[in-house]
């Protein structure tokens, strides 16, 4: 399996301020046939089941904000969130889906 | 709007079988662009796939789980179904039947039902 590990665990940001969280795979998920990164971004509100982000590392899911960005290709990767908002208080996971879908441990977004 | 919702007990004796069912709304399971699949939580931890059905009922499962699972199709009621076998204390958490976007392969999963909670305990 290829293992995702995020970073940080938790972490605490202004309103307003840029939160910046990231997730490493084990090995590359780089789909060689279509150039495209097999990672996607989910956002998880207490009680909520996990709704998506983003996929293929850095295409918006249609609906999400725009303050909402992932980058990154190989074994890197990171989801922004430009300007944190109340409502972005949540738990995000990224998911690699180059093989048999595996999730890294999340970060948790609080406001400081 | 495409909605999935997910019943079945909420409690499971050890060494028993947990059955799951999941009914899709404003899509139809018997469409040739979607898989369907359960996701699960244990409780505090992150996320487990743990297989995906067709509707040409062909499957795929996580390997370190697929000596216990078979996931089927009823398209007379637009739902899909889980079932775990030899259940332990580990299997306790939260179920979550998806939406696959992936075809050949699995891929990012657009649409979660609610989650149901399954207990596994004497």
């Known amino acids: 399996d290829i293992v995702m590990t995020q970073s940080p665990d938790s972490l605490a940001v202004s309103l307003g301020e840029r939160a910046t969280l990231n997730c490493k795979s084990s090995q590359s998920i780089l789909n060689r046939s279509n150039n495209k990164n097999c990672l996607a971004w989910y956002q998880q509100k207490p009680g909520q089941p996990p709704t998506l982000l983003i996929y293929w590392a850095s295409i918006p899911e249609s609906g999400v904000p725009d303050r909402f960005s992932g980058s990154g290709s190989g074994t890197d990767f990171t989801l922004t969130i430009s300007s944190l908002q109340a409502e972005d208080v949540a738990v995000y996971y990224c998911q690699q889906y180059y093989t048999t879908p595996t999730f890294g441990q999340g970060t948790k977004v609080e406001i400081k | 709007q495409v909605q999935l919702q997910e019943s079945g007990p909420g409690l499971v004796k050890p060494s028993q079988t947990l059955s799951l069912t999941c009914t899709v709304s404003?899509?139809?399971?018997?469409?040739?662009?979607?898989?369907w699949a359960w996701i699960r939580q244990p409780a505090g931890k992150g996320l487990e796939w743990i297989g995906r059905?067709?509707?040409?009922?062909?499957?795929d499962y996580n390997p370190s789980l697929r000596s216990r699972v078979t996931l089927a199709l009823d398209t007379s009621k637009n739902q899909f179904s889980l079932q775990l076998r030899s259940v332990t204390a580990a299997d306790t958490g939260i179920y979550y039947c998806v939406r696959d976007s992936g075809l050949a392969v699995p891929r990012w999963f657009d649409r979660w039902g609610q989650g149901t909670l399954v207990t596994v305990s004497s």
């Open positions: 059905i067709f509707a040409t009922e062909s499957t």
């Open positions: 404003g899509d139809s399971i018997r469409s040739y662009s979607h898989y």
